[in-house]
């Protein structure tokens, strides 16, 4: 079967068919994933937290996230199908449109097919740069964990008309940018619709509620091997006695069926 790729996603979004994200760090990890029918392979800032032990992203390096892309992306190539590669660009590796070139030139490079920002519409220019230099844009919005100590804790975003207004208008202007999927993190399940509505590019979600056209996971959370407090949006699939590949196959298979995520993984407006 071919690849995974943009295209792939975008006619998954226009056939109203779900598709499955899943974080990986390494080579075993991402087989396995991308086996089990995992469409997106998210290298992600989290591994600050599950692999390297620190309470939040912010100490990940560019060089931590080409390391784990190139490991990834010796897995993938192994799957029946490959999924595609995104990679988080950590911790203020982007703050100028030259700087984010040059970060994500060092994780296309590893392996990526895709990088993943942090951030609303003043990512405008870094996002039209990047499509101008060929490379693929997912746009984080809501819950951003870099900016963490700016919100305050890990707290909803976008439940206020003002803030849900803004949200949308800064999808818009992301997506009109360049931004080929745009990704939302634990905002109220209506709004997470609305912009999924209002957008033409694929909207994956966390703790966003089931009407995007994706839903993401830490892969170590999703296997019960979470040692702190579990967010309101993961659930333990290796809870029915499952092996780690049947949890990723259950999974894949909760996300498009509708079952997962239930009403109990969104928050309300």
Known sequence: MSPISIRTLQNMKEQQEKFTVLTA????????????????LLVGDSL??????????????VADMAYHTA???????RAARPALI??????????????????????????????????????????EALSRQGVPV???????????????????????EAAADAMVEHSRALADAGADIL????????LAERI?????????GIGAGAATDAQVLVMHDMLGLNTGRTPKFVKN???????????????????????????EHGFAS
């Open 25 to 40: 760090y390494d080579a075993t990890f991402a087989q396995l994933a991308a086996d089990a029918g995992v469409e997106v």
């Open 48 to 61: 600050g937290n599950v692999l390297q032990g620190h309470d939040s992203t912010l100490p990940v390096t």
């Open 71 to 77: 490991s990834v992306a010796r897995g993938n190539r």
């Open 86 to 127: 995104m990679t988080d660009l950590p911790f203020m590796s982007y703050g100028t449109v030259e700087q984010g070139l040059e970060s994500a030139r060092a994780v296309m490079q590893a392996g990526a097919q895709m990088v993943k920002l942090e951030g609303d519409d003043w990512l405008v220019p870094l996002v």
């Open 138 to 160: 997912c746009a984080h919005l809501g819950l951003t964990p870099q900016s963490v100590n700016k919100f305050g804790g890990y707290r909803v975003q976008g439940r206020d």
């Open 183 to 190: 990704l939302l993190e634990c905002v109220p399940n209506a």
């Open 196 to 204: 999924t509505q209002a957008v033409n590019v694929p909207v994956i």
């Open 237 to 263: 699939f290796m809870a029915d006695g499952r092996n780690v590949q049947q949890a990723f196959a259950a999974y894949v298979e909760e996300v498009k069926a509708g079952t997962f995520p239930g009403e």
